[in-house]
C-alpha cells in the first residue's frame, strides 16, 4: 500500500477545512443600475465571523515540508483519474518536477479539491480509515 508521510488526522482535517472554504458563496453584488459586462466584480467570498478564510488556510499549508505538498498535488492528480495507485511515487516525484506555482495556489485552482483528495485516499486503499477515524 502507498504510503503518505501526512499525518492522517491533519490530512482529514485539511479537507475538512477546504470543503468549508469551497462551498463559501460568492459576495452578494448590488445592483447598480450599470451595464453588467462591464461593472467591476469583488473576488471574495462571503466572511461569516468565525470562518476560516484562505489566509488562515495558506498559513496552515506553509507548516507543511516540500514532501507532504508534493503529496497532496499528487493526491489530487490521483483522485482526478490523472494518474494510477500503482504510479504513486512516481507521481509525488513528477509533482516535486512540475512545480512552478506556490502549490497552495495550484491547489486552491480547483474547485473540487477536497473531493479529488478524498478520492484518491480512496483509490489508495485509505478512504474511509482517514476520512472517517483520521488515522491509516
Known amino acids: 500500500m502507498n ?4 499525518d492522517p488526522a491533519y490530512l482529514r482535517n485539511l479537507i475538512i477545512k477546504v470543503r468549508a ?12 443600475g450599470g451595464n453588467a459586462s462591464d ?3 469583488p473576488v471574495t467570498l462571503q466572511e461569516i465571523p468565525g470562518d476560516l478564510s484562505i489566509e488562515e488556510l495558506r498559513e496552515e499549508f506553509e507548516g507543511l515540508n516540500v514532501d507532504q505538498k508534493n ?3 499528487a493526491l489530487m492528480w490521483l483522485g482526478r483519474g490523472d494518474v494510477e495507485p500503482q504510479e504513486w511515487k ?3 516525484d513528477l509533482a516535486r518536477q512540475r512545480r512552478e506555482v506556490a502549490t497552495i495556489d495550484y491547489l486552491l485552482d480547483h474547485p473540487l479539491l477536497a473531493d479529488y483528495w478524498a478520492l484518491g485516499l480512496e483509490r489508495l486503499g485509505h478512504g474511509a480509515s482517514v476520512l472517517e ?3 491509516y
Open 71 to 73: 503529496e497532496l498535488v
Open 3 to 6: 504510503e503518505l508521510t501526512i
Open 133 to 135: 477515524k483520521g488515522e
Open 21 to 32: 472554504i469551497m462551498a463559501k458563496e460568492a459576495a452578494d453584488i448590488p445592483d447598480v
Open 39 to 41: 461593472d467591476e466584480i
Open 90 to 92: 512516481n507521481t509525488v
